[in-house]
């Protein structure tokens, strides 16, 4: 009896130990991946199906026109069902162990519970069916029978289609095909574009057949599609904003699959095979560049020709391809890019330079710099967007995408680097929130969201540790938390300090050339100092990118023709245009009106300088530069400009200057005034104008009422002068066509739009000390705009700031849902009006506040910002979205970032001091990410 009872206990735990493992293996990360794509699509297709039988129900009158659905209790109730089904099915699949380690994307990074997750594909889920359903079956009412047949068409066309794209797209990610090329994505796999393209087209003749003539202006569709030209073009539209949405729906079910795409397990198992056949020395001999000097005006790394893998060519830089390289279109500099306020911009300017480098070529492109623009003295302020960390980040996002279809980025220098003088040396100290919130965050998303392919090292200290040998910083958060897959690379020369320390901190390559590595690296290795197996991980990493960049198989093949090509020479003009600032007209002084205006008294030798910027690693040889007064000449007609170069001014030009209509002082600094340390003149030593400019400005201004001055520069400037000038301009370093954009914003060919994306102080003592003689500095949580609203000081022209020929109307705040869910996501709208008598682009920005907190925050942070172009008396709505996550403080104690249960204010309007618009809304319940 014993034995049978124990024979019985041993089958009972074999049976609950192969249950066990059942389970385990069901809840093995993949698995989990999968479940949680299939259950996603199918509550994201039944939440539409909901909403739109509810518009069905006010179409045929069963319900009162004017129903607002997603309140209807019925409603309610279904989507209390479906979200209870997919919380289900998700604990069922994951593990918080498998949804931390799958990483997953979209709305959903940073989830890391089952709970969470499942909150998180719930509000996102929901959010997008409402979106796509109010695009496609908007508000019913009354409608005609064929106008109610069309709606009825398009609105299960679209549903329809973005389901089965949903799931052609989820058929190919379980299972990527060997020819999907490493690197892309399942919707480049050509089987399945195919199938979707035949599916498009269906659907496009189902809506275009049933949506004829006047029947489709009578039919209800939501914005953008709210007047569609014809059937044709109404489906157009509906089909994309169901690829849209689809999108937001995919990236939140799977994981991030980072650079690589979908093919990352195809890669993978390369890499484990080409590891497999690499001795230990040429391991080693992939991790350091090859030498000091450039080749073929290209920094490389070794190759491997017996594997077949090409060695890394590396090049400058963040405002176009360096001159080592020779000729190459000068962009305006980035801090004049992030004026624009416009990532999409930002993308094509990333794709020009990424294209420029390749024709080069050079396989990654050293840029963008995505350091806090912590002090304007920083000699390379210009290199930088700004001082904020969500404009950094947004425009260091739409950098790398556009630059990442032709080269890997290298977004550089992390961290804290932002003082020239001392930047080999400088010990950087700061608090752990600080660290987190103000000066990694722009470095996180260029990480999570864009995928850049290449981090590198800043060579300053943090805390106590050299950047590149920094363990906190390389090893726990670039590669631990945020799960970096690209490689860690070292500034130039100085970066690198040490050999073991380094490789195990996750620096991977030494550049540009083996000072520590190298032989030292094999020393290292043979002393214990340093595994093999950190070696691999190293060389892993410089793999991965490799071969997801296909780096292999299509290396860059130079071509001229690329490089300096009309369109980049129009994007150049276009971007400057974006990025000039006006920052004060009085009177109408601007633009200048040619049929009024005889003559032009053009002041300032810098009036005939291509003045581009920096000349160090930044540095940008174009083959050609428009100055300012050969654009102002060039659209002049028949003003008659006369330029006096010569200061102080002689009597002679005095007269001149005072018998013009108009006078013009172009001032500003140049490559001799401020750039990156030791190579050239480094931090600015002041805020000021250098030089006499000042005197120069006052004694124009004193002898011509209508006084223009247009600044050049890489960030804030001074003004003495400024009460006594018609009009200023800041228009950075423009590029190689800043002249012409410059003449194009006096003569009013187009209305400025840029926004400063820096503080221009009255004083340099209204901002946080700047000390670049000392080897030990200590950063706060504050400086810039948040530095002046928390000591109450009047900026010059705040942050965010910037005026148009026209003027903007802010109105009709709206914030939904009232009370967030802590994985939910927040929408807000705001209808902006062009209230004045010219088209123009308006930045509209959102900024939160938090009162209530318990921990010391800013008085408001930058969390959104759009732009939009609106015809006079237009008006149109701009929208944001937040996540709950967008919220967090790091809690340094529990070391995770919290959201709290608050309620927080938002502030919308043109500028960060002039937010008209303004709301609440609260976080339901405390939460992690
Ligand atoms: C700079 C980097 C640059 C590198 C290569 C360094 O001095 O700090 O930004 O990419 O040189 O030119």
Known sequence: MASVNARLAGLAILALLAGASAAAHARAPRACELRVAHAGTEFFARSMAVLASCQERIGRGALPAGTECTAEPAVGKQRAALAARLVHRARQACTDAAVTSLAFGGHCAGTTSVASLAGCLQANHEAEAETLVGVADAARGALSAPAERCQAEASRRTRGFAVERLRLLGLCKRRPPHRLPAGADCDAEPRTAKRIAALR????????????????????????????????????????????????????????????????????RRIRRLLGRMPLAEKIAQMHGTSVAPIGGVYRTPGNDRLGIPGLGMIDGPRGV??????????????????TWDTALEERVGEAIGTEARAKGATVILAPVLNILRHPRWGRAQETYGEDTVHLGSMGVGFIRGAQRHVVASAKHLAANSIENTRFEVDVSMDERTLREVYLPHFRVAVEQAHAGSIMAAY????????????????????????????????????????????????????????????????????????????DAGVRRILRTTLCFRLDSEPPVPDPSLVESPAHLDLAREVARQGIVLL?????????????????????????????????????????????????????????????????????????????????????????????????????????????????????????????VVLEGGSAITMP??????????????????????????????????????????????????????LAVTYGYYHGYRHLDREGIEPLFPFGFGLSYTTFGYSNLTIVPSTLSPEGLLRVTADVTNTGGAPGDEIAQLYVSYPGSRVDRAVKDLKAFGRVHLEPGETRTVEFELRAADLAFYDVAAGAWEVEPIAYAVRVGPSSRDLPLVGTFAVAATALR
């Open 322 to 339: 360096s001159v080592i390289a020779g000729h190459a279109t000068a962009f305006p500099v980035a801090a004049a890019r992030g004026a």
């Open 721 to 774: 002068w400024v009460d006594q000038v018609a009009a200023i301009l800041m228009a950075w370093y423009p590029g190689q066509e800043g002249g012409n954009a410059i003449a194009d914003v006096l003569f009013g060919a187009i209305n400025p739009s840029g926004k400063l994306p820096v503080t221009f102080p009255r004083s340099e003592l209204d901002l946080p000390e700047f000390v670049d003689d000392r």
């Open 460 to 535: 300053n200290k943090l805390n106590g540790q050299h950047c590149a040998e920094n363990v906190h910083l390389l090893h726990d958060i670039l590669k631990g938390e945020w799960g970096f897959r690209g490689f860690v690379e070292s500034d130039w020369v100085l970066g690198v300090r040490s050999t073991a320390p380094s490789a195990n901190a996750g620096l991977d390559i030494e550049m540009p050339s083996a000072v520590f590595y190298g032989a030292k690296l094999a020393d290292a290795v043979a002393a214990g100092d340093v595994s093999e197996a950190t070696v």
């Open 201 to 268: 087209a269906r659907a496009v003749r189902a809506i275009g057949a049933r949506c004829v003539g006047a029947t489709v202006a009578g039919a209800r569709f939501g914005p953008p599609c709210a007047a569609p030209a014809d059937g044709e073009s109404l489906a157009g539209c509906l089909l994309a904003a169901a690829d849209v949405a689809g999108e937001d729906v995919l990236m939140a079910e799977y994981r991030n699959e980072g650079f690589c795409g979908d093919s990352g397990d195809v890669v993978e």
């Open 584 to 708: 004060k007209n009085e009177h109408g002084a601007l633009p200048l009106d040619r049929s009024r205006i005889r003559s032009l008294a053009v002041v300032g030798a810098l009036a005939a300088v291509a003045n581009l910027g920096d000349r160090g690693s930044s540095n940008v040889s174009p083959s050609a530069a428009v100055t300012p007064l050969d654009g102002i000449r060039a659209q002049a007609g028949d003003v008659t400009v006369t330029h006096l170069p010569a200061t102080p001014l002689s009597a002679n030009d005095q007269a001149v200057v005072a018998a013009a209509d108009a006078a013009l002082v172009v001032a500003g600094l140049t490559a001799d005034d401020e750039g990156e340390g030791q190579i050239t003149p480094g931090d600015r030593k002041t805020l000021a104008l250098p030089g006499d400019q000042d005197t120069l400005v006052a004694s124009v201004a004193a002898l011509n009422p209508r006084t223009v």
